[in-house]
């Protein structure tokens, strides 16, 4: 006969076998449950990424402010949203991938591989007029002219220095510019009203004034900051997803930070000793003014559109410093009141300039210009398509350098930097 006193011992033993085998099914199953949810985490954040290579390889065909969705390898495992918006004159664009309740994201902001497209020191149309140089005057890389050519001047007391007018082949200009990018100046159009957007979070200016910083992810609605006076920015900083408007003016003090924001008005002032990353667009200014700088990816833009009674101009001081684009496209031209872009002594632009009208420029290009004409102010008179000790070189743009999609011709498209 069996004691109970070991039936108990053997049911003991039982019960602590059955929760040691349980403990290590349970250890078990976590473990393999945690490995498969590492796995397909690390699976969601490659597939966002391969959803940003998959929207620069098909930048064409994704349309603009709207999401596909994409099955990277057509087995309905891999299936990424993406989606492409402007940002000023730059795109974003964004791919996400969810599993379950796992999700993960991208966003970058993408430009054009201006190396691709428009390796062009200086295309100067062709106004039936030669260009001119004079002084310490430097153009290296390829240059499209006019048929009348390029040839040394004397004026203002100074002859050309140098060996070699141009550095780079010369090719024959057509009397009008490659035509600029319609869909980047008509998104921009879009943005000098203070509509209201399903995907953007429209405020008074107002309500923000006491506050000394104004920052917004990427990850979250943009932030659209409006007033119909003159908004003047100083001792606030100001990051991120936020697109600041006035209807008269805005004015940008060296006590601002603006890092990533974008700027639209009629009429915009950058004071002296600015420093920051932003996006200007005007209707119908632009000051810069002296000993600015703005870091790359920063844009310089001038949108004329209809008629004016006064000339548009873009003016950029001396000493200022701008990695980035600068351009001006204007509408409606007018003889009388002909819209200039003007750069200072000492200022240095790396990057892209075009000016559908006129260009000004005393200082250095580190890039590639487009211009109609050629002006040069001196106190004594008022020059047609001359130089003088200004300086444009293509060859030392960086291979790295993304710019504006500024001329239909450029195609493809680089990633910026990452925004999340």
Not at 67 to 87: A, C, G, P
Not at 246 to 251: G, M, R
Not at 254 to 274: D, E, F, M, P
Not at 341 to 363: F, H
Request: net charge positive; aromatic share 8%.
């Amino acid at each position: 006969m069996i004691k109970a006193g070991a039936l108990l011992y053997a049911m003991f033993l039982i019960i602590v076998i059955a929760l040691i085998s349980s403990s290590f099914i349970l250890v078990n199953y976590y473990n393999s449950a945690y490995v498969i949810q590492t796995l397909k985490q690390e699976q969601l954040y490659r597939d966002t990424s391969s959803g940003i290579n998959y929207g620069l390889s098909f930048h064409q065909e994704i349309p603009i402010n709207s999401k596909i969705e994409v099955d990277l390898f057509n087995d309905e495992e891999h299936k990424v949203s993406i989606e492409k918006k402007y940002w000023g004159a730059f795109y974003i664009l964004s791919s996400e991938a969810k599993w379950r309740n796992k999700s993960a994201s991208k966003s970058a902001l993408i430009g054009a591989n201006i190396n691709e497209g428009e390796e062009i020191a200086l295309y100067l149309a062709d106004q039936n007029k030669p260009l001119s140089l004079t002084g310490r005057t430097q153009i290296t890389g390829n240059c499209y002219l006019p048929k009348a050519g390029v040839k040394r001047a004397y004026i203002e007391g100074k002859s050309f220095v140098g060996n070699k007018l141009i550095n780079g082949t010369k090719y024959n200009s057509n009397k009008t510019l490659p035509p600029i990018n319609k869909e980047l100046i008509n998104e921009n159009l879009k943005n000098f009203f203070p509509k209201e957007s399903i995907n953007d979070s429209l405020m008074d200016y107002e309500l923000f004034l006491d506050q000394d910083s104004i920052i917004n992810s990427f990850q979250n609605k943009t932030l659209v900051l409006y007033s119909p006076l003159t908004i003047n920015l100083s001792k606030k900083v100001i990051e991120g997803n936020i697109i600041i408007k006035s209807d008269k003016q805005i004015v940008v003090n060296k006590s601002a930070i603006i890092t990533n924001a974008i700027l639209y008005s009629k009429g915009i002032v950058i004071q002296k000793g600015v420093k920051g990353t932003m996006q200007i667009f005007a209707q119908d200014s632009v000051i810069i003014e002296d000993n600015c700088q703005l870091h790359y990816p920063s844009v310089i833009a001038l949108i004329g559109q209809g008629s004016s009674t006064i000339a548009r101009k873009l003016i950029v001081g001396e000493k200022v410093l701008v990695k980035g684009s600068v351009f001006l496209h204007n509408e409606n031209f007018d003889r009388k009141n002909q819209a200039i872009v003007s750069i200072g002594k000492e200022t240095e632009i790396t990057g892209q300039v075009y000016s559908s009208e006129l260009l000004e420029l005393k200082g250095g290009i580190i890039g590639g210009v487009f211009c109609k004409k050629l002006i040069l102010k001196t106190p004594s008179s008022v020059y047609e398509n001359h130089l003088m000790d200004a300086v444009i070189n293509r060859d030392e743009l960086s291979e790295n350098f993304v710019g504006v999609p500024l001329t239909e011709t450029i195609k493809n498209q680089r990633i910026i930097k990452w925004l999340n």
